[in-house]
């Protein structure tokens, strides 16, 4: 059975930093994801990365301040995140698919999900 296990999320600081993990299980997934969704909002991608060459793509909003890595042999996905803002509050989740075509920032070409770690950054 195919299952996501986020973990790492916590309540910190504006200029604070987190890291997430997330582990695979049940799967080789070609690309991974970390999005978010805090209340009231739609879910928006944060990072993307693919399995093979590592190539890493970042939403504006964080790029500069997070960093996706994976470890293909734990088949992890980390989500490394640096001078947090209010702002970064939301719910975070770890995605993964199989393929890696389609548009990596859409929710629509994940397969798999975990269940969400929650991100709280005070002023």
């Known amino acids: 059975q195919v299952q996501l296990a986020e973990s790492g999320g916590g309540s910190v600081q504006a200029g604070g930093s987190l890291r997430l993990s997330c582990v695979a299980s049940?799967?080789?997934?070609?690309?991974m994801a970390w999005f978010r969704q805090a209340p009231g909002n739609e879910r928006e991608a944060v990072a993307a990365?693919?399995?093979?060459?590592?190539?890493?793509v970042y939403a504006d909003s964080v790029r500069g301040r997070f960093t996706i890595s994976q470890d293909k042999y734990t088949n992890t996905a980390y989500l490394q995140m640096s001078s947090l803002k209010p702002e970064d509050t939301a719910m975070y989740y770890c995605?993964?698919?199989?393929?890696?075509?389609?548009?990596?920032?859409?929710?629509?070409?994940?397969?798999?999900w975990g269940q969400g770690t929650q991100v709280t950054v005070s002023s």
């Open positions: 995605a993964a698919s199989v393929s890696i075509m389609g548009p990596s920032f859409s929710p629509n070409v994940y397969n798999y």
């Open positions: 990365i693919f399995r093979d060459s590592g190539i890493t």
């Open positions: 049940g799967i080789i997934a070609g690309r």
